[in-house]
């Protein structure tokens, strides 16, 4: 059941983000980032479980732009981020769980004006269409079903994220003849 659910949620934030212009149609490779994806969820879980009651945004939000922020590491200095043990915790002690977002538009992805307040957009969009998609699989909180469907959203918001910020930094991926 969960496999359906990630790729139904695959499904349509590609689809949304393509209308966006925000993604390719043919999404990057970036193996060095989807490796992170477990080390990252393991440590964000304990967070964004207690953060979903009140604010399941932020809660799934959060992660997109934890995907972006990891792709910018790997494009500027993987040689150094690759070796941080807990990069999550890394990004997360800078300002806090509650400015998570703020600190990795302003420092890490170094947005402002229009770029900083579309991004917000964009990716609370995508975590309401992703809270939206989960509410309606109707499944009762606290058991496993539950909780491997939130990891699929995280799962998702990650890759999409590293997949949004990959195309902003110019990496297309195009056939080749």
């Known amino acids: 059941m969960t496999e359906q659910f990630e790729d139904k949620l695959h499904v349509d934030l590609h689809q949304f983000l393509l209308s966006m212009k925000e993604v390719d149609q043919r999404l990057p490779e970036c193996p060095d980032v989807e490796d992170k994806w477990e080390s990252i969820a393991k440590a964000y879980i304990p967070d964004g479980i207690r953060e979903f009651q009140d ?31 807990d990069l999550y915790a890394y990004m997360r002690d800078k300002r806090g769980y509650d400015q998570l977002d703020e600190y990795i538009r302003e420092e890490i992805l170094l947005l402002q004006g229009i770029d900083y307040t579309a991004l917000e957009k964009v990716t609370g969009e995508c ?51």
């Not at 604010?55 to 150094?80: C, H, N, Q, R």
């Not at 998702?156 to 080749?176: E, I, N, R, W």
Request: hydrophobic fraction near 45%.
């Open 55 to 85: 604010f399941p945004s932020a809660s799934l939000g959060w992660m997109m732009y934890i995907g972006m922020a990891v792709a910018k590491m790997w494009d500027t200095e993987w040689e150094i981020y690759s070796k941080i043990e």
């Open 127 to 177: 975590a309401s269409r992703v809270y939206n998609a989960l509410m309606h699989q109707h499944l009762e909180p606290g058991t496993k079903e539950a909780f491997d469907a939130y990891v699929a959203c995280l799962h998702q918001l990650y890759l999409f994220g590293a997949s949004m910020q990959l195309k902003h930094m110019g990496y297309h991926m195009t056939k080749m003849n």
